[in-house]
């Protein structure tokens, strides 16, 4: 069964340190993709990155960088020189795909506070 | 494009009464979903729709009807509300249904209470 495991309830940080955010997560299928999302104060939830089972290239977008590993079933992310702006509830998901259509299952989210 | 729009933002109903929640998205997306989203519990599958005149059950669908008369609106309703529905709803459309477009679009979310 789907399982997507955000062991980090909540983080801390003071600006412009680093912060890794965890997640673990458990299928069956060969065939999946990872998400991770954003949700501010403000409630809205915001998509920041997809990757698919067959990519294990890692990405880096501005201050944002995924670190994809089926070997350990994760896919991290990390926030370099973290900002205010960065406080928010992230959660990580993971969805399988079949022919009749994909069910997301979310992580329990990380809330992470940056101070000033 | 207004994206994925929900309706009403915020909700009191007594337990008993019922309800539709309403979705609407101009993207001409295939696929539609509900989520619940509760204190510590990240946000659960309610229903989904990969087309008009298919839906299928989630995590949670258990008090909730959902129907898709049309690829733009993805209503939900609470037959009978009651106290444990109480929860923040988010509506989300996806491009794919099966292949890699499959991020989600989320409405900005209904805030219901049930007393």
């Known amino acids: 069964a789907q399982k997507v495991t955000q062991a980090q309830t909540e983080i801390s940080v003071v600006e412009k340190e680093d912060v890794t955010l965890d997640c673990v997560y458990e299928?069956?299928?060969?065939?999946?993709?990872l998400f991770w999302y954003k949700q501010p104060p403000s409630g809205e939830l915001v998509f920041l990155i997809r990757?698919?089972?067959?990519?294990?290239q890692n990405e880096i977008s501005g201050r944002y960088s995924w670190n994809f590993q089926k070997s350990t079933s994760s896919f991290n992310f990390t926030i370099t020189a973290s900002q205010v702006v960065d406080s928010a509830v992230y959660f990580c998901?993971?969805?399988?795909?079949?022919?009749?259509?994909?069910?997301?299952?979310f992580g329990a989210g990380t809330r992470l506070f940056v101070k000033a | 494009n207004a994206g994925v729009t929900q309706t009403p933002k915020f909700q009191v109903l007594k337990t008993g009464q019922s309800m539709t929640l309403q979705c609407a998205q101009d993207?001409?997306?295939?696929?539609m979903s509900w989520y619940r989203q509760d204190p510590g519990m990240g946000l659960r599958l309610i229903h989904y729709?990969?087309?008009?005149?298919?839906?299928d059950q989630g995590e949670v669908p258990n008090g909730y009807n959902v129907s898709r008369s049309t690829t733009e609106d993805f209503p939900l309703r609470l037959l009978s509300a009651a106290p444990s529905q109480t929860s923040v709803y988010f509506c989300?459309?996806?491009?794919?249904?099966?292949?890699?477009?499959?991020?989600?679009?989320f409405g900005p979310g209904t805030r219901l209470t049930v007393l």
């Open positions: 989300a459309s996806s491009l794919e249904r099966e292949g890699p477009l499959n991020e989600q679009f």
């Open positions: 729709s990969v087309g008009a005149g298919i839906t």
């Open positions: 998901a993971l969805s399988e795909v079949n022919t009749g259509g994909f069910k997301t299952i």
């Open positions: 990757r698919n089972s067959f990519d294990e």
């Open positions: 993207m001409n997306h295939e696929y």
């Open positions: 299928t069956r299928d060969t065939t999946y993709y």
